[in-house]
């Protein structure tokens, strides 16, 4: 049986980063990892190690670069589409997930629990509102035909 | 009261509603050119039909797109429009009409903030540039500059460079555009429209970390305006925002609000503050239950206060965070608001208890979740995800189809197959790429390598078929995607009407190959509303006018282009599987080849076949791609024919063959050699069934063992039509009627089983020949039967005789030989119909030794 693999190497795994991580959380993933590899690297005599190491530098060099650079990140999170997939949703209602739906929505409950209660509350904003008798125009030769 | 109110206003609506639709159609119905009043009606009338109460938003969409047309010069429609598009979620869409308002109405703050708002729910630079919008447009700052960025913006998405999203204009950039261009919007005056005020402290109290001087300055405003509601409302908003009821507090000291205090705004607010500040869930519900009673609270946000407070995100541990929810009435927890509340609390802690490692306790409580609402696609999601992460073979299978079908099944119940549709491409994206990555070799691999890997992917079954499926979905998805129907069919812009109708029919076919065998529920609803979806594109794409029309064809060409470069690369990748299988010893490669055929060959090729010419994607001997893939298909197909084990595994072999056949409408000749090849086989396994120093029999018993032998072997085998054949000829060898009839029965058992034309046309020749020789062959035996029976009868009574020389021997034998010369007479009479000269001969020479005995006997 095929089965997704949820720990399969990528570009963000070897930075130790998240596929969501913004562009200067990527910077210095790269920046961090690049000087963690360099003091390894002063600190061995040993040349096969250093090669290794000057081989690992590079490789992180040249990812870290990749995702830094907006348009190579689009091309590779293009072809790489589970590792933005292949995550835990939030599965509440958006109001308990996201700080701004929810403020848009408490907004709408109150505005409309006031107006229950006879309060004069404008909406928001045009978005929730229903009515939009004061934009309809006269127009001779419709209205004759409606009448 | 307010039921009175509701009913009296539907039927109002239905009646308005009906008087624009009379109104339109008889403003619509003269022919010709319409005048310009008439236009203008016409696009008031539609503007109306969609504002009016209980409009679908789809149809609303519609009615806003016709009255601009009739009437492209007037902001309203635009604007109108736009609001539309924004409330289902085309914000992209909406940016482009907010726009194309504002250059029509400059000045229009109203529509300004909308457009900052539409901008807002992009990404960056989008929402930054909506951001910057907004706060100008409070702080009373000239929107010229920004708006030359939206306008780069828009433009970029016009025409992206190679579809890359746009980027943010540079200074310089964006001061020699400012020289060149006239100003776009607002003459650099503070915001009229009131509302800019309340949706930028949202805006502002939405950030994660929100400026507090920004923050003061919007109720600086509230106090200055003596805006009482809406500075209650903001103190609410705070608490919302997750600010400590001791800091709303502080701000509420604010004169503004002492003089308000009897204010309802106020009293929500005091309500929200009491109950939150409560020290534990059993004295939080008391409060709580308290203000909903004296309706001092909606319900809602009770529910938030909750949670903040005994949520996922506190101390307390699982069970008592759900404890504390039910000591809410029974009665309540029934209600939407309350279900929601226990969602979040059960799922927040499930979420914990994945990041903590704890995968059985997220999966009890995710399964509770579904139990409590089993269509929740997040839950079903993460479901799926843990039974990747625990690898339970057991739980796999089931929580994938379920989370795929679950989302299938909510376009399905909307009606809308673009309902979701952008998960559902991920999602088959996704799959379809972890095959791909799992197996597809890396360039950098040697010839060995690269095949190697090939080799494992073909043997393993389950991926190539996850990989095949997954991409035809997320193709078809990908093409349900487009709102310009010439995208959607796949099609360009100047494609003939016979491309379009051929681009409709072979994406039908993709849809129903695509979603056959599925066993989701709603998944045929769903497949309607995609058969649905093609041929209202199809119907648009063949109107001229419509497709010069289309709104969509150049925001939507770079997304096109890609899925057409996607398939392309996607085609290639099969075209490498269908190599590995002619090369390398793979176990089944007819199914192999057919599998990866029957996904190849229904992508619409007549559209992508001179986009890869015209890319040079062609063969040496000048063979376009479609021949490549036909003649690479039908040679993996070849390699998978061998001798079968028995009638059932030849008649499968013949099925697949045939469909691959059909695949490859050009390679007529090459088809025919396979079916030969698989002849040719089968008749080898049955000839091997007959031993061998039967098989060129020397007499007549040899010849009785070999049919026997072959006829066994044709119930194994029985198309094998050499064999039938050749039992046949030695049938109407031997030539006797029942070896004839059995000759017959042969032939006519073998018709509808024979595949090869030659065969076909062979049998047909033979039957006839044998049907046409049977009536003489019996004819012959009547003749030989009479004729010996002749010579029988005279023999017996020349014996008598011989033995008794009596006078009544001698008559007897008179007698006999009167009798056979009758029977030689009807012999050679028969003899003569049937044109058998030999026998007449014969038959003739018999009366004449017959006839002279007897003279002579007479003589004696």
């Known amino acids: 049986m095929f089965m997704i693999d949820l720990k399969a190497e990528s570009y963000y795994s070897c930075l130790d980063i998240e596929p969501t991580a913004t562009a200067e959380e990527i910077r210095a993933a790269r920046d961090r990892k690049s000087t963690e590899i360099k003091t390894r690297r002063l600190a061995t005599t040993d040349e096969v190690l250093r090669h290794k190491l000057d081989e690992e530098l590079t490789e992180i060099t040249h990812k870290g670069d990749a995702l830094a650079r907006p348009e190579s990140r689009v091309e590779y999170d293009r072809t790489n589409a589970h590792l933005r997939f292949f995550v835990i949703r939030p599965a509440a209602a958006p109001m308990y997930v996201e700080k701004a739906d929810r403020l848009f929505v408490l907004d709408r409950v109150a505005r409309r629990f006031l107006a229950k209660k006879g309060v004069d509350v404008t909406a928001l904003c045009d978005l929730y509102r229903t009515d939009f008798a004061a934009d309809e125009e006269p127009v001779e030769l419709l209205d004759r035909l409606l009448a | ?860």
Request: charge should be negative.
């Open chain 2, 1 to 860: 009261m307010s039921k009175i109110q509701t009913t009296r206003a539907v039927p109002s609506a239905d009646r308005q509603r009906t008087r624009l639709l009379v109104a339109i159609a008889k403003l619509s119905s003269r022919d010709g050119n319409l005048l310009i009043a008439e236009r203008l009606a016409l696009a008031e009338g539609e503007f109306r039909l969609a504002e009016l109460p209980g409009t679908d938003p789809v149809e609303s969409i519609e009615n806003l797109r016709r009255a601009v047309a009739h009437d492209p010069i007037h902001p309203k429609f635009h604007f109108h429009l736009g609001l539309a598009l924004h409330r289902t979620g085309d914000c992209r869409g909406a940016v482009f009409c907010y726009r194309a308002a504002l250059q029509l109405a400059p000045a229009s703050q109203r529509t300004l903030i909308h457009l900052a708002l539409a901008l807002t729910e992009l990404k960056d630079p989008e929402k930054k540039l909506g951001e910057e919008l907004m706060e100008a447009l409070c702080q009373g700052q000239s929107t010229k500059e920004l708006m030359v960025q939206v306008d780069d913006a828009l433009k970029a998405y016009l025409e992206p460079p190679s579809g890359q999203r746009p980027q943010a204009a540079s200074k310089k950039k964006l001061e020699s555009a400012s020289k060149n261009k006239p100003a776009a919007a607002l003459p650099g005056e503070p915001c009229h429209w009131e509302g800019v005020w309340r949706v930028s402290l949202l805006h502002h109290l939405a950030r994660f970390k929100p400026f507090n001087k920004q923050i003061d300055k919007r109720f600086d405003h509230f106090t200055d305006s003596n805006d009482a509601i809406n500075f209650a409302l903001g103190c609410l908003q705070l608490l919302v925002a997750g600010e400590p009821v001791e800091a709303v507090r502080r701000r509420m000291n604010a004169d503004l609000l002492k003089s308000h205090s009897d204010q309802p705004a106020m009293q929500l607010l005091e309500a929200a503050l009491r109950v939150a500040s409560q020290p534990n869930p059993q004295s939080f519900v008391t409060a709580a239950v308290e203000a909903i009673h004296k309706e001092e609270l909606p319900q809602d946000l009770v529910c938030w206060l909750h949670f903040a407070a005994y949520g996922s995100g506190g101390s307390l541990p699982a069970g008592e965070a759900l404890e504390a929810v039910e000591l809410y009435p029974r009665e309540w927890l029934r209600e939407p608001s309350f279900v929601e509340l226990r969602i979040a609390i059960l799922e927040g802690y499930a979420r914990r208890a994945w990041n903590a490692g704890e995968l059985d306790l997220a999966r009890l409580l995710w399964n509770e979740v579904l139990a409590m609402d089993p269509h929740r696609t997040a839950v079903a999601h993460n479901l799926a995800l843990l039974a990747a992460r625990t690898r339970s073979v057991a739980e796999y299978p089931g929580a994938w189809d379920y989370a795929a079908a679950l989302r299938y099944l909510h376009a399905a119940a909307a009606g809308d197959p673009r309902l979701g549709l952008e998960d559902r491409r991920s999602l088959h994206l996704s799959l379809a790429q972890q095959v791909k990555q799992r197996y597809f070799p890396a360039k950098n691999l040697s010839d060995e390598a690269q095949s190697a890997q090939l080799r494992a992917w073909l043997m393993d079954r389950d991926a190539l078929d996850t990989y095949l499926a997954e991409w035809d979905l997320y193709y078809v998805a990908s093409r349900l995607s487009f709102r310009s129907p010439v995208h959607l069919l796949g099609i360009a812009k100047d494609a003939s009407p016979e491309l379009t109708v051929f681009a409709r029919v072979s994406l039908l076919a993709k849809i129903r190959q695509c979603f056959e065998g599925l066993r989701w529920p709603g998944v045929k609803t769903f497949v309607k509303t995609a058969e649905d979806a093609v041929e209202a594109a199809f119907e648009h794409a063949s109107v001229n006018l419509e497709r010069a029309r289309d709104p969509y064809y150049q925001q939507e060409k770079p997304e096109a282009d890609q899925l057409i470069d996607e398939s392309i690369q996607h085609c290639s990748t099969l075209n490498v599987l269908l190599i590995e299988i002619i090369q390398d010893d793979v176990p089944e490669k007819l199914d192999l080849a057919l599998r990866i055929g029957r996904r190849l060959f229904t992508l619409p090729w007549k559209v992508l076949e001179p986009i890869c010419t015209a890319r040079g994607q062609v063969s040496e001997d000048n063979k376009t791609v479609v021949d490549i893939f036909e003649r690479h298909l039908l040679a993996a197909a070849a390699g998978g024919l061998r001798e079968p084990d028995n009638d059932a595994d030849a008649a499968g072999q013949l099925e697949q063959l045939e469909l691959c056949c059909r695949l490859t409408e050009r390679s007529q000749k090459e088809t025919s050699t396979l079916r030969h090849n698989l002849a040719a086989m089968i008749d080898s396994a049955a000839f091997k069934l007959i031993p061998e120093d039967l098989l060129q029999p020397k007499d007549l018993a040899q010849a009785e063992k070999f049919l026997a032998e072959g006829r066994k072997a044709l119930e194994k085998f029985p198309r094998a039509c050499g064999l039938r054949m050749t039992l046949v000829k030695l049938l109407k060898q031997i030539g006797d009627p029942a070896k004839l009839d059995e000759a017959v029965q042969l032939l006519e058992a073998g018709r509808p089983l024979a595949f090869v034309d030659e065969q076909k046309a062979s049998l047909e020749e033979t039957l006839k020949e044998i049907q046409d020789a049977v009536p003489k062959a019996r004819a012959s035996a009547d003749i030989r039967e009479l004729l010996e029976s002749a010579s029988a009868e005279m023999s017996t009574a020349i014996d008598e005789l011989n033995r008794r020389q009596t006078p009544e021997a001698v008559e007897n034998v008179g007698k006999a030989a009167t009798r056979a010369l009758e029977k030689i007479d009807r012999a050679a009479e028969l003899a003569g119909k049937s044109e058998l000269a030999d026998l007449e001969q014969q038959a003739s020479k018999l009366r004449g030794q017959i006839a002279e005995f007897a003279r002579k006997i007479r003589e004696r």
